[in-house]
């Protein structure tokens, strides 16, 4: 298959999608398909770097296109970002030839409508890999108003999205979601994101890098590591801080940037929070460390975001063989899976005695916290490998971009790719 995907954000950016796209578009080279990625020339965290126009990575095309940079504080700036790279991206998929299928992400928003778009200037199968659902989300967030506007914005995502020749979901909530909003279920598919099990796995406490860099060996850890986004629920989290205060080695660690970094920083100061550690993004080198740091993880989102955005974290941490306590809506793809895989709790957002119980309840008792880390990367190497979902991802590819496999091929766990890199 001839395969062009577009993103914002592509290797060797270290954003979450950039990450999910660059592991698809690696194995999907090694299974003997053309990749292409039109994605942007600089970094998701700003500063001055800047990519190449061209290049290959492995077997796979990248085209960068150059676009405004006024970053995420203003509305004004950010909507530039997003049509500046919106129409140099339109001018790089329309110049491709002779390939099979499109398929767009959700950064920038609305690239549903783009993929749409485009297939007026050439004949392209067209698949939206949807990572969250604007502008519900952008609505929910404070971001945009309730109005004209958002109505328009509404019409063009339901209606870009109705002539998808697939959409891939990466929840069942978000499956839920859409189907009520009237897309056609024969248009849904729900493959949820991953991990790679190969390079995330548990480190014992006695050889983490992290541990002893941080002078954690003998805290007891709950860690946030991922977007500190204004789709995550964070006040419930910072009354679990405070009600845990008093606890001897217990130590809260916040790795990552975002909306809620500023507040957490400056409400650790003005309270004298000694036993919380913020940091920013680790490297990727560093990360089966980081995870491996925590004796439990924190994942939280908003009650309003239920279908609209999943959060990713939770497939690292269920590699690196950790627990967690999900804070959020209990209809939600986390709540689900930590219900199924039992490694873990799940509380209502405000629920801070359910959080603080919850907590107590593995910190109080070592089995119980080691049976719930072993079910985790249990659940994990079942459910949410890399190659379990990329191999479900090529044959979706294959039956859209290929219409003569009018049979479907039974989804199943294949072994890692093993062309040489």
Request: with cysteine; hydrophobic share 45%.
């Amino acid at each position: 298959m001839r395969l062009l995907f577009i993103n914002r954000y592509f290797y060797p950016d270290i954003s979450a999608t950039s990450q999910l796209l660059t592991e698809l578009a690696e194995d999907l080279d090694a299974r003997g398909n053309r990749v292409t990625v039109i994605t942007g020339n600089t970094a998701y965290l700003g500063g001055e770097a800047r990519f190449p126009a061209c290049e290959m990575h492995r077997g796979i095309r990248i085209v960068r296109v150059g676009f405004t940079r006024f970053g995420r504080s203003r509305t004004l700036g950010r909507l530039s970002d997003y049509l500046s790279f919106l129409v140099c991206a339109f001018w790089a998929a329309v110049r491709m030839k002779d390939q099979d299928c499109l398929v767009v992400l959700s950064d920038p928003p609305l690239l549903s409508v783009f993929a749409t778009i485009v297939r007026f200037f050439m004949p392209i199968k067209t698949v939206c890999w949807l990572q969250d659902v604007f502008p519900e989300i952008a609505i929910r967030a404070g971001v945009l108003r309730e109005g004209m506007v958002a109505q328009l914005l509404r019409g063009m995502a339901r209606w870009s999205l109705g002539r998808m020749d697939q959409v891939v979901v990466i929840g069942r909530c978000m499956e839920r979601y859409l189907l009520s909003h009237g897309l056609p279920a024969r248009t849904i598919i729900n493959i949820p994101n991953w991990a790679d099990g190969r390079h995330l796995r548990s480190v014992p406490r006695d050889n983490n890098e992290f541990l002893h860099q941080h002078g954690l060996q003998d805290h007891f850890v709950v860690m946030y590591s991922g977007n500190h986004g204004v789709v995550h629920e964070f006040e419930t989290i910072f009354a679990l801080i405070r009600e845990t205060s008093s606890i001897p080695r217990l130590c809260f660690c916040f790795i990552g940037e975002g909306a809620w970094k500023r507040k957490l920083m400056e409400t650790a100061h003005a309270e004298g929070w000694q036993h919380v550690l913020c940091l920013p993004y680790q490297p990727k080198a560093l990360l089966q460390s980081s995870l491996s740091a925590a004796d439990i993880h924190l994942v939280s989102l908003r009650a309003e975001m239920e279908g609209l955005s999943i959060p990713s974290k939770i497939y690292g941490i269920l590699a690196a063989g950790r627990p967690m306590i999900f804070i959020g809506p209990p209809g939600s793809e986390a709540a689900a899976i930590v219900r199924e895989g039992e490694f873990g709790s799940s509380v209502l957002p405000g629920d801070t005695q359910g959080a603080v119980q919850a907590l107590l309840a593995v910190y109080r008792d070592h089995t119980l916290l080691e049976r719930q880390g072993q079910a985790a990367r249990q659940y994990f190497t079942t459910h949410c490998d890399r190659f379990i979902a990329t191999e479900q991802f090529r044959q979706v590819l294959q039956r859209v971009a290929v219409p003569s496999s009018t049979q479907p091929v039974p989804m199943r766990a294949v072994s890692p790719p093993t062309r040489s890199q």
